[in-house]
Protein backbone atom coordinates (compact mmCIF):
# COMPACT_ATOMS: atom_id res chain seq x y z
CA UNK A 1 0.00 0.00 0.00
CA UNK A 2 0.99 3.91 -0.92
CA UNK A 3 2.01 6.57 1.53
CA UNK A 4 -0.85 8.04 -0.30
CA UNK A 5 -3.25 5.42 0.32
CA UNK A 6 -2.09 4.98 3.82
CA UNK A 7 -2.75 8.82 4.57
CA UNK A 8 -6.14 8.84 2.97
CA UNK A 9 -7.23 5.78 5.20
CA UNK A 10 -6.11 7.45 8.44
CA UNK A 11 -8.25 10.31 7.54
CA UNK A 12 -10.74 8.63 6.22
CA UNK A 13 -10.87 6.00 9.20
CA UNK A 14 -10.85 9.35 11.79
CA UNK A 15 -13.93 10.79 10.50
CA UNK A 16 -15.88 8.22 10.07
CA UNK A 17 -15.15 6.64 13.44
CA UNK A 18 -15.32 10.15 15.28
CA UNK A 19 -18.83 10.87 13.15
CA UNK A 20 -19.99 7.45 14.59
CA UNK A 21 -18.92 8.67 18.08
CA UNK A 22 -20.59 11.79 17.75
CA UNK A 23 -23.76 10.26 16.14
CA UNK A 24 -24.17 8.53 19.88
CA UNK A 25 -25.83 11.70 20.88
CA UNK A 26 -28.65 11.28 18.30
CA UNK A 27 -31.34 11.98 20.46
CA UNK A 28 -30.11 12.12 23.85
CA UNK A 29 -27.89 15.68 23.41
CA UNK A 30 -28.31 18.02 26.49
CA UNK A 31 -30.36 20.38 24.02
CA UNK A 32 -32.40 19.47 21.11
CA UNK A 33 -30.26 22.20 19.28
CA UNK A 34 -27.65 20.37 20.22
CA UNK A 35 -28.84 17.42 19.08
CA UNK A 36 -29.33 19.10 15.62
CA UNK A 37 -25.35 20.30 15.68
CA UNK A 38 -23.68 17.21 16.38
CA UNK A 39 -26.12 15.37 13.50
CA UNK A 40 -24.63 17.94 11.28
CA UNK A 41 -21.33 17.11 12.48
CA UNK A 42 -21.73 13.85 11.95
CA UNK A 43 -22.78 13.56 8.26
CA UNK A 44 -20.00 16.15 7.46
CA UNK A 45 -17.13 14.16 9.12
CA UNK A 46 -19.30 10.79 7.35
CA UNK A 47 -19.06 12.59 4.19
CA UNK A 48 -15.89 13.33 4.22
CA UNK A 49 -14.45 9.79 5.30
CA UNK A 50 -16.49 8.72 2.01
CA UNK A 51 -14.91 10.95 0.03
CA UNK A 52 -11.54 9.94 0.86
CA UNK A 53 -12.31 6.48 1.12
CA UNK A 54 -12.96 6.91 -2.29
CA UNK A 55 -9.95 8.06 -3.96
CA UNK A 56 -8.43 5.08 -2.15
CA UNK A 57 -10.37 3.18 -3.33
CA UNK A 58 -9.55 4.08 -6.75
CA UNK A 59 -6.14 3.29 -6.04
CA UNK A 60 -7.34 -0.06 -4.28
CA UNK A 61 -9.51 -1.18 -6.68
CA UNK A 62 -12.25 -1.75 -4.45
CA UNK A 63 -15.17 0.48 -3.31
CA UNK A 64 -15.61 3.24 -0.63
CA UNK A 65 -18.32 0.49 1.49
CA UNK A 66 -15.92 -2.08 1.52
CA UNK A 67 -13.52 0.15 2.78
CA UNK A 68 -15.42 1.62 5.42
CA UNK A 69 -16.78 -1.79 6.55
CA UNK A 70 -15.26 -5.06 5.21
CA UNK A 71 -11.95 -4.93 6.81
CA UNK A 72 -10.41 -6.06 10.24
CA UNK A 73 -9.86 -3.84 13.08
CA UNK A 74 -6.33 -4.07 13.06
CA UNK A 75 -6.91 -2.84 9.30
CA UNK A 76 -8.18 0.77 10.22
CA UNK A 77 -5.74 3.09 10.91
CA UNK A 78 -7.83 5.75 13.06
CA UNK A 79 -5.96 7.08 15.94
CA UNK A 80 -6.62 6.01 19.51
CA UNK A 81 -8.67 9.24 20.29
CA UNK A 82 -11.85 8.95 18.39
CA UNK A 83 -11.55 5.50 19.31
CA UNK A 84 -12.93 5.90 22.80
CA UNK A 85 -16.52 5.61 23.82
CA UNK A 86 -16.66 8.75 25.95
CA UNK A 87 -21.04 9.26 26.27
CA UNK A 88 -20.37 11.84 28.79
CA UNK A 89 -21.09 15.94 27.40
CA UNK A 90 -17.43 17.37 29.02
CA UNK A 91 -15.20 14.68 27.44
CA UNK A 92 -17.10 14.53 24.17
CA UNK A 93 -16.29 18.27 23.98
CA UNK A 94 -13.04 18.23 25.43
CA UNK A 95 -12.16 15.41 22.54
CA UNK A 96 -14.32 17.47 20.02
CA UNK A 97 -12.14 20.35 20.34
CA UNK A 98 -9.02 18.84 20.75
CA UNK A 99 -9.26 16.75 17.18
CA UNK A 100 -10.67 19.89 15.82
CA UNK A 101 -7.64 21.72 16.66
CA UNK A 102 -5.25 19.16 15.80
CA UNK A 103 -7.28 18.85 12.15
CA UNK A 104 -7.05 22.05 11.49
CA UNK A 105 -3.10 21.91 11.74
CA UNK A 106 -3.22 18.29 9.91
CA UNK A 107 -5.26 19.85 7.04
CA UNK A 108 -3.20 23.14 6.91
CA UNK A 109 -0.19 20.80 5.96
CA UNK A 110 -2.37 18.75 3.48
CA UNK A 111 -3.85 21.56 1.58
CA UNK A 112 -0.20 22.39 0.24
CA UNK A 113 0.19 19.33 -0.56
CA UNK A 114 1.40 18.39 -4.47
CA UNK A 115 -0.90 16.30 -4.84
CA UNK A 116 -4.15 18.05 -6.68
CA UNK A 117 -6.43 15.54 -5.22
CA UNK A 118 -4.80 15.56 -1.80
CA UNK A 119 -4.96 19.02 -1.25
CA UNK A 120 -8.12 19.92 -3.03
CA UNK A 121 -10.15 17.27 -0.47
CA UNK A 122 -8.01 19.28 2.70
CA UNK A 123 -9.21 22.34 1.05
CA UNK A 124 -13.10 21.46 0.99
CA UNK A 125 -13.10 19.36 4.44
CA UNK A 126 -11.23 22.32 6.07
CA UNK A 127 -13.88 24.83 4.94
CA UNK A 128 -16.47 22.21 6.79
CA UNK A 129 -14.31 22.10 9.92
CA UNK A 130 -14.58 25.92 10.28
CA UNK A 131 -18.15 25.69 11.42
CA UNK A 132 -17.08 22.89 13.23
CA UNK A 133 -14.53 24.53 14.99
CA UNK A 134 -16.67 27.46 15.91
CA UNK A 135 -18.83 25.18 17.42
CA UNK A 136 -16.40 23.23 19.37
CA UNK A 137 -14.33 26.92 20.96
CA UNK A 138 -18.05 27.62 21.12
CA UNK A 139 -18.35 25.03 24.01
CA UNK A 140 -14.96 25.58 25.62
CA UNK A 141 -16.09 29.22 26.07
CA UNK A 142 -19.05 28.03 28.06
CA UNK A 143 -17.30 25.45 30.09
CA UNK A 144 -14.84 27.80 30.94
CA UNK A 145 -17.35 30.60 32.09
CA UNK A 146 -18.46 28.37 35.45
CA UNK A 147 -15.85 26.46 38.06
CA UNK A 148 -18.19 23.57 37.67
CA UNK A 149 -17.99 23.25 34.09
CA UNK A 150 -13.67 24.56 34.04
CA UNK A 151 -13.13 21.70 36.12
CA UNK A 152 -14.93 19.47 34.40
CA UNK A 153 -13.71 20.65 31.29
CA UNK A 154 -9.71 20.24 33.10
CA UNK A 155 -10.61 16.73 33.89
CA UNK A 156 -11.52 15.90 30.60
CA UNK A 157 -9.04 17.57 28.34
CA UNK A 158 -6.16 15.97 31.07
CA UNK A 159 -7.71 12.56 30.28
CA UNK A 160 -7.48 12.64 26.57
CA UNK A 161 -4.50 15.34 26.22
CA UNK A 162 -2.18 12.00 25.38
CA UNK A 163 -4.84 10.54 23.01
CA UNK A 164 -5.21 14.08 20.84
CA UNK A 165 -1.07 13.98 20.82
CA UNK A 166 -1.26 10.91 18.73
CA UNK A 167 -3.47 12.19 16.08
CA UNK A 168 -0.73 14.64 14.67
CA UNK A 169 2.82 13.17 13.51
CA UNK A 170 5.57 13.90 15.71
CA UNK A 171 6.89 16.80 14.10
CA UNK A 172 3.36 18.44 14.29
CA UNK A 173 2.59 17.56 17.81
CA UNK A 174 4.39 21.20 19.32
CA UNK A 175 1.95 22.99 17.55
CA UNK A 176 -1.07 21.52 18.90
CA UNK A 177 0.62 21.36 21.97
CA UNK A 178 1.11 25.63 22.14
CA UNK A 179 -2.72 26.32 20.13
CA UNK A 180 -3.97 24.31 23.80
CA UNK A 181 -1.95 25.67 26.20
CA UNK A 182 -2.57 29.08 24.85
CA UNK A 183 -6.12 28.51 24.46
CA UNK A 184 -6.59 26.58 28.79
CA UNK A 185 -4.26 29.53 29.54
CA UNK A 186 -2.26 26.32 31.23
CA UNK A 187 0.56 23.99 30.79
CA UNK A 188 -0.93 20.85 29.59
CA UNK A 189 1.34 17.53 30.53
CA UNK A 190 4.74 16.22 29.12
CA UNK A 191 3.24 13.13 28.29
CA UNK A 192 4.25 10.15 25.23
CA UNK A 193 1.53 10.26 23.09
CA UNK A 194 -0.85 7.15 22.15
CA UNK A 195 -0.46 6.92 18.54
CA UNK A 196 -1.97 5.21 15.28
CA UNK A 197 -1.36 1.33 15.24
CA UNK A 198 -2.51 0.74 18.39
CA UNK A 199 -6.11 0.16 19.53
CA UNK A 200 -8.42 0.51 21.94
CA UNK A 201 -10.72 -2.07 22.77
CA UNK A 202 -13.65 -0.35 21.72
CA UNK A 203 -13.13 -0.23 18.43
CA UNK A 204 -14.01 -4.19 17.97
CA UNK A 205 -17.02 -3.41 19.80
CA UNK A 206 -18.43 -0.37 17.49
CA UNK A 207 -16.98 -2.14 14.37
CA UNK A 208 -18.92 -5.10 15.66
CA UNK A 209 -22.28 -3.20 15.71
CA UNK A 210 -21.30 -1.04 12.95
CA UNK A 211 -21.30 -4.45 10.73
CA UNK A 212 -24.03 -5.92 12.05
CA UNK A 213 -26.43 -5.45 9.44
CA UNK A 214 -23.92 -5.60 6.57
CA UNK A 215 -22.75 -8.98 7.82
CA UNK A 216 -26.00 -10.69 7.91
CA UNK A 217 -26.57 -10.44 4.07
CA UNK A 218 -23.63 -12.23 1.67
CA UNK A 219 -21.10 -10.33 0.80
CA UNK A 220 -21.96 -8.22 -2.28
CA UNK A 221 -25.85 -8.06 -1.23
CA UNK A 222 -27.40 -4.42 -2.05
CA UNK A 223 -28.61 -2.49 0.74
CA UNK B 1 -70.84 28.70 25.66
CA UNK B 2 -70.85 32.17 26.19
CA UNK B 3 -71.51 34.64 23.15
CA UNK B 4 -67.35 35.20 22.39
CA UNK B 5 -66.93 32.13 22.97
CA UNK B 6 -69.53 31.25 20.14
CA UNK B 7 -68.04 33.46 17.82
CA UNK B 8 -64.96 32.18 18.23
CA UNK B 9 -66.17 28.93 17.30
CA UNK B 10 -68.33 30.01 14.19
CA UNK B 11 -65.24 31.64 13.07
CA UNK B 12 -62.72 28.93 12.91
CA UNK B 13 -65.76 26.65 11.59
CA UNK B 14 -65.63 28.69 8.71
CA UNK B 15 -62.20 28.18 8.20
CA UNK B 16 -60.66 31.41 10.03
CA UNK B 17 -57.41 31.31 11.60
CA UNK B 18 -55.83 32.50 14.60
CA UNK B 19 -52.64 33.97 15.58
CA UNK B 20 -50.51 33.79 19.03
CA UNK B 21 -51.58 37.48 20.38
CA UNK B 22 -55.41 36.32 19.23
CA UNK B 23 -57.80 36.10 21.99
CA UNK B 24 -58.94 32.26 22.04
CA UNK B 25 -60.93 30.50 24.49
CA UNK B 26 -59.63 28.93 27.49
CA UNK B 27 -60.64 25.24 26.21
CA UNK B 28 -59.45 26.33 22.75
CA UNK B 29 -55.64 27.20 24.69
CA UNK B 30 -55.50 24.08 26.44
CA UNK B 31 -56.38 21.32 23.79
CA UNK B 32 -53.97 22.95 21.51
CA UNK B 33 -51.20 22.81 23.77
CA UNK B 34 -52.11 19.11 25.32
CA UNK B 35 -52.23 18.22 21.05
CA UNK B 36 -48.97 20.45 19.66
CA UNK B 37 -46.93 18.93 22.98
CA UNK B 38 -47.91 15.33 22.17
CA UNK B 39 -47.11 15.87 18.79
CA UNK B 40 -43.33 17.44 19.79
CA UNK B 41 -42.81 14.47 22.40
CA UNK B 42 -43.89 11.89 19.59
CA UNK B 43 -40.98 13.45 17.29
CA UNK B 44 -38.34 13.23 19.84
CA UNK B 45 -39.52 10.05 21.26
CA UNK B 46 -39.71 9.09 17.68
CA UNK B 47 -35.85 9.53 17.40
CA UNK B 48 -35.57 6.80 20.02
CA UNK B 49 -36.64 3.46 17.95
CA UNK B 50 -34.43 4.68 15.10
CA UNK B 51 -31.12 6.35 16.56
CA UNK B 52 -29.29 3.03 17.01
CA UNK B 53 -29.43 1.97 13.51
CA UNK B 54 -27.54 4.80 12.36
CA UNK B 55 -24.64 3.05 14.45
CA UNK B 56 -25.74 -0.15 12.01
CA UNK B 57 -26.57 1.40 8.73
CA UNK B 58 -25.18 -1.09 6.35
CA UNK B 59 -23.26 1.79 3.97
CA UNK B 60 -22.32 5.17 4.38
CA UNK B 61 -24.87 6.58 2.33
CA UNK B 62 -27.91 4.76 4.37
CA UNK B 63 -25.79 5.95 7.68
CA UNK B 64 -25.80 9.55 5.71
CA UNK B 65 -29.81 9.38 5.12
CA UNK B 66 -30.66 8.19 8.27
CA UNK B 67 -28.65 10.24 10.42
CA UNK B 68 -30.00 13.12 8.30
CA UNK B 69 -33.79 11.79 8.71
CA UNK B 70 -33.61 11.63 12.00
CA UNK B 71 -32.09 15.01 12.49
CA UNK B 72 -34.90 16.48 10.91
CA UNK B 73 -37.07 14.80 13.74
CA UNK B 74 -35.11 16.15 16.40
CA UNK B 75 -35.48 19.45 14.50
CA UNK B 76 -39.43 19.26 13.81
CA UNK B 77 -39.57 18.77 17.78
CA UNK B 78 -37.36 22.12 18.82
CA UNK B 79 -40.13 24.08 15.86
CA UNK B 80 -43.25 22.15 17.49
CA UNK B 81 -41.98 22.97 21.37
CA UNK B 82 -41.76 26.66 20.25
CA UNK B 83 -45.30 26.71 19.27
CA UNK B 84 -46.33 25.82 22.40
CA UNK B 85 -44.00 27.39 24.28
CA UNK B 86 -45.81 30.54 22.89
CA UNK B 87 -48.90 29.71 24.03
CA UNK B 88 -48.03 29.71 27.33
CA UNK B 89 -46.08 26.09 27.95
CA UNK B 90 -42.15 26.44 28.59
CA UNK B 91 -39.89 23.44 26.53
CA UNK B 92 -38.74 22.34 29.93
CA UNK B 93 -42.21 21.29 31.27
CA UNK B 94 -43.01 19.65 28.28
CA UNK B 95 -40.01 17.46 28.17
CA UNK B 96 -40.91 17.30 32.63
CA UNK B 97 -44.14 15.93 32.13
CA UNK B 98 -42.82 13.66 29.00
CA UNK B 99 -40.66 11.83 30.99
CA UNK B 100 -43.06 11.84 34.37
CA UNK B 101 -45.10 9.90 31.94
CA UNK B 102 -47.72 13.17 32.28
CA UNK B 103 -48.01 13.70 28.52
CA UNK B 104 -48.22 11.49 25.97
CA UNK B 105 -46.48 10.67 22.62
CA UNK B 106 -47.64 8.62 19.62
CA UNK B 107 -48.26 4.79 19.58
CA UNK B 108 -46.02 3.73 17.28
CA UNK B 109 -43.61 5.08 19.39
CA UNK B 110 -44.19 2.67 22.00
CA UNK B 111 -42.48 -0.18 20.02
CA UNK B 112 -39.37 -1.92 19.79
CA UNK B 113 -37.39 -2.22 16.51
CA UNK B 114 -35.69 -5.40 15.98
CA UNK B 115 -33.97 -5.10 12.55
CA UNK B 116 -32.73 -2.86 9.45
CA UNK B 117 -36.06 -4.14 8.31
CA UNK B 118 -37.79 -1.80 10.75
CA UNK B 119 -35.85 1.00 9.68
CA UNK B 120 -37.55 0.58 6.31
CA UNK B 121 -40.67 0.10 7.26
CA UNK B 122 -40.68 3.11 10.03
CA UNK B 123 -39.39 5.29 7.56
CA UNK B 124 -41.68 4.58 4.59
CA UNK B 125 -44.56 3.93 6.12
CA UNK B 126 -45.43 5.41 9.64
CA UNK B 127 -44.19 8.18 8.48
CA UNK B 128 -46.58 7.62 5.42
CA UNK B 129 -49.50 7.45 7.99
CA UNK B 130 -48.26 10.87 10.09
CA UNK B 131 -48.06 12.58 6.69
CA UNK B 132 -51.67 12.04 6.27
CA UNK B 133 -52.81 13.33 9.91
CA UNK B 134 -49.73 16.55 9.06
CA UNK B 135 -50.99 16.95 5.64
CA UNK B 136 -54.35 17.74 7.51
CA UNK B 137 -53.02 20.12 9.94
CA UNK B 138 -52.15 22.55 7.44
CA UNK B 139 -55.41 24.12 7.87
CA UNK B 140 -55.25 24.09 11.08
CA UNK B 141 -57.03 26.67 12.90
CA UNK B 142 -53.78 27.60 14.75
CA UNK B 143 -51.86 29.67 12.02
CA UNK B 144 -48.83 29.45 13.36
CA UNK B 145 -48.71 25.26 13.92
CA UNK B 146 -50.25 25.41 10.28
CA UNK B 147 -47.49 27.14 9.18
CA UNK B 148 -44.46 25.22 10.53
CA UNK B 149 -46.54 21.98 9.20
CA UNK B 150 -45.92 23.44 5.01
CA UNK B 151 -41.82 22.46 6.76
CA UNK B 152 -42.53 19.66 8.30
CA UNK B 153 -44.55 17.89 5.64
CA UNK B 154 -42.09 18.63 3.16
CA UNK B 155 -39.49 17.14 5.14
CA UNK B 156 -41.67 13.93 5.95
CA UNK B 157 -42.36 13.16 2.07
CA UNK B 158 -38.38 13.19 1.95
CA UNK B 159 -38.59 10.60 4.56
CA UNK B 160 -41.11 8.52 2.64
CA UNK B 161 -39.22 8.29 -0.43
CA UNK B 162 -35.85 7.10 2.07
CA UNK B 163 -37.56 4.37 3.10
CA UNK B 164 -39.37 2.97 0.30
CA UNK B 165 -35.65 3.44 -1.37
CA UNK B 166 -34.44 1.12 1.78
CA UNK B 167 -37.15 -1.12 1.43
CA UNK B 168 -36.72 -1.73 -2.40
CA UNK B 169 -33.18 -2.56 -1.86
CA UNK B 170 -34.28 -5.45 0.32
CA UNK B 171 -37.05 -6.45 -1.91
CA UNK B 172 -35.01 -7.19 -4.72
CA UNK B 173 -32.26 -8.68 -2.44
CA UNK B 174 -31.75 -12.33 -0.98
CA UNK B 175 -34.56 -14.23 0.42
CA UNK B 176 -33.48 -13.45 3.86
CA UNK B 177 -33.41 -9.71 3.25
CA UNK B 178 -36.91 -10.17 2.12
CA UNK B 179 -37.90 -11.87 4.86
CA UNK B 180 -37.07 -8.97 7.39
CA UNK B 181 -39.37 -6.38 5.35
CA UNK B 182 -42.10 -9.18 5.81
CA UNK B 183 -41.17 -9.68 9.06
CA UNK B 184 -41.46 -5.75 9.75
CA UNK B 185 -44.73 -5.14 7.76
CA UNK B 186 -46.26 -8.19 10.09
CA UNK B 187 -45.34 -6.38 13.34
CA UNK B 188 -45.98 -2.73 12.32
CA UNK B 189 -49.76 -3.36 10.65
CA UNK B 190 -50.81 -3.74 13.95
CA UNK B 191 -49.61 -0.18 15.14
CA UNK B 192 -50.30 1.14 11.77
CA UNK B 193 -54.39 0.60 12.11
CA UNK B 194 -53.77 1.90 15.59
CA UNK B 195 -52.30 5.43 14.41
CA UNK B 196 -54.97 7.34 13.81
CA UNK B 197 -56.88 6.56 16.25
CA UNK B 198 -60.52 5.00 17.07
CA UNK B 199 -63.42 5.46 14.22
CA UNK B 200 -64.78 8.53 16.33
CA UNK B 201 -66.91 10.35 14.00
CA UNK B 202 -65.65 13.76 13.29
CA UNK B 203 -68.42 16.16 14.58
CA UNK B 204 -67.94 14.14 18.28
CA UNK B 205 -64.08 15.10 18.33
CA UNK B 206 -63.24 17.97 19.77
CA UNK B 207 -60.17 18.22 17.78
CA UNK B 208 -61.89 18.59 14.62
CA UNK B 209 -64.84 20.93 16.44
CA UNK B 210 -62.03 23.77 17.16
CA UNK B 211 -60.91 22.89 13.68
CA UNK B 212 -57.68 22.16 15.21
CA UNK B 213 -57.84 19.06 12.97
CA UNK B 214 -59.73 19.20 9.49
CA UNK B 215 -60.88 15.41 9.11
CA UNK B 216 -61.83 12.48 11.14
CA UNK B 217 -59.53 9.60 12.25
CA UNK B 218 -61.32 7.17 10.72
CA UNK B 219 -60.82 9.67 6.82
CA UNK B 220 -57.44 10.02 7.61
CA UNK B 221 -56.97 6.15 7.99
CA UNK B 222 -58.84 5.01 4.40
CA UNK B 223 -56.36 8.17 3.13
CA UNK B 224 -53.28 6.16 4.33
CA UNK B 225 -55.14 2.83 3.49
CA UNK B 226 -56.10 4.29 -0.26
CA UNK B 227 -52.56 5.70 -0.73
CA UNK B 228 -50.52 2.73 0.47
CA UNK B 229 -51.90 -1.23 -0.14
CA UNK B 230 -51.60 -1.27 -3.59
CA UNK B 231 -47.57 0.12 -3.14
CA UNK B 232 -47.08 -2.55 -0.73
CA UNK B 233 -48.90 -4.78 -2.05
CA UNK B 234 -46.92 -4.61 -5.73
CA UNK B 235 -43.45 -5.46 -4.00
CA UNK B 236 -44.71 -8.70 -3.24
CA UNK B 237 -45.64 -8.04 0.31
CA UNK B 238 -48.02 -9.63 2.50
CA UNK B 239 -50.59 -7.23 4.74
CA UNK B 240 -50.96 -9.71 7.44
CA UNK B 241 -55.22 -9.16 7.29
CA UNK B 242 -56.97 -11.53 5.59
CA UNK B 243 -60.13 -9.46 5.92
CA UNK B 244 -58.13 -6.23 4.36
CA UNK B 245 -60.17 -5.20 1.03
CA UNK B 246 -61.62 -2.00 -0.51
CA UNK B 247 -65.66 -2.20 -1.16
CA UNK B 248 -65.82 -0.94 -4.88
CA UNK B 249 -69.44 0.43 -4.18
CA UNK B 250 -68.64 2.64 -1.32
CA UNK B 251 -65.00 3.24 -2.28
CA UNK B 252 -64.32 2.28 1.05
CA UNK B 253 -61.47 0.41 2.95
CA UNK B 254 -62.60 -2.86 4.81
CA UNK B 255 -60.37 -4.36 7.77
CA UNK B 256 -60.10 -6.18 10.57
CA UNK B 257 -61.35 -3.90 13.45
CA UNK B 258 -57.98 -3.28 15.22
CA UNK B 259 -58.38 -4.04 19.08
CA UNK B 260 -58.80 -0.24 20.58
CA UNK B 261 -58.38 -1.02 24.18
CA UNK B 262 -54.51 -1.83 22.84
CA UNK B 263 -54.10 1.36 21.73
CA UNK B 264 -55.62 2.96 24.63
CA UNK B 265 -53.09 0.89 26.78
CA UNK B 266 -50.46 1.06 24.37
CA UNK B 267 -50.69 5.27 24.37
CA UNK B 268 -50.91 5.35 28.49
CA UNK B 269 -47.68 3.75 28.96
CA UNK B 270 -48.35 0.25 28.60
CA UNK B 271 -46.89 -0.78 25.58
CA UNK B 272 -44.07 -2.91 24.76
CA UNK B 273 -40.99 -0.36 24.69
CA UNK B 274 -42.91 2.48 26.78
CA UNK B 275 -41.02 2.54 29.92
CA UNK B 276 -37.53 1.56 28.60
CA UNK B 277 -37.92 4.25 26.52
CA UNK B 278 -38.83 6.58 28.89
CA UNK B 279 -36.50 5.18 31.28
CA UNK B 280 -34.15 5.64 28.93
CA UNK B 281 -35.00 9.53 28.21
CA UNK B 282 -35.11 10.00 32.04
CA UNK B 283 -31.45 8.60 32.34
CA UNK B 284 -30.04 10.96 29.87
CA UNK B 285 -31.60 14.15 31.38
CA UNK B 286 -29.98 13.03 34.54
CA UNK B 287 -26.51 12.75 32.72
CA UNK B 288 -26.48 16.04 31.40
CA UNK B 289 -28.04 17.78 33.93
CA UNK B 290 -25.17 19.68 34.58
CA UNK B 291 -24.58 20.86 31.41
CA UNK B 292 -28.03 23.29 31.71
CA UNK B 293 -26.57 24.86 34.73
CA UNK B 294 -23.43 25.86 33.48
CA UNK B 295 -25.26 27.19 30.23
CA UNK B 296 -27.93 29.12 32.45
CA UNK B 297 -25.11 30.15 34.88
CA UNK B 298 -23.52 31.74 31.81
CA UNK B 299 -26.43 33.20 30.26
CA UNK B 300 -26.91 34.84 33.65
Known sequence: MSDRTDLLLSLADDEL????????????????????AFSSIAQNEIGHARALYELAAAELGTTADELAFDRTPEEYRCAPLVELRRLEWARTIARHWLYE?????????????EDPEIAGIAAKMNREEAYHRMHAEMWVDRLLSTDDGRS?????????????????????RPELRRRAEERL??????VDAVPRGVHESELAELLEEMT???????????? | MDARTQEFLEYVQSGGQVETGDWMP???????????????NSELMGVLPERDWILRAPTLQRKLALTAKIQDEVGHAQLIYRVVEDLGKPRSACLDDLVSGKAKFHNVFHYPTKTWGDVGVIAWLVDAAAIVSQKALLKCSYAPYARIMKKICWEESFHILHGRDVILAMVTGTDEQFGLVQEA???????????????????????FVWRIKSQGNEEARQQFLEGYVSQIRELGLEIPDPALRKDEETGTWLYTEPDWEKLRSVVTGHGPASEERLAF????????????????????
Not at chain 1, 21 to 35: K, Y
Not at chain 1, 101 to 113: Q, V
Not at chain 1, 155 to 160: G, I, M, P, Y
Open chain 1, 152 to 172: RLKEAVDELWPYALGVLDDEL
Open chain 1, 185 to 190: ERKLAE
Open chain 1, 17 to 36: VLGWRNSEWTGIAPFLEEDV
Open chain 2, 26 to 40: DEYRARLIKFIEMHG
Open chain 1, 101 to 113: TADEIRLGELKTS
Open chain 2, 281 to 300: RRLSRQDVDWVERVVLAEAA
Open chain 2, 185 to 207: LDRWWEPLMHFHGNPIPAEEDPM
Open chain 1, 212 to 223: SVRRSAPPGSQW
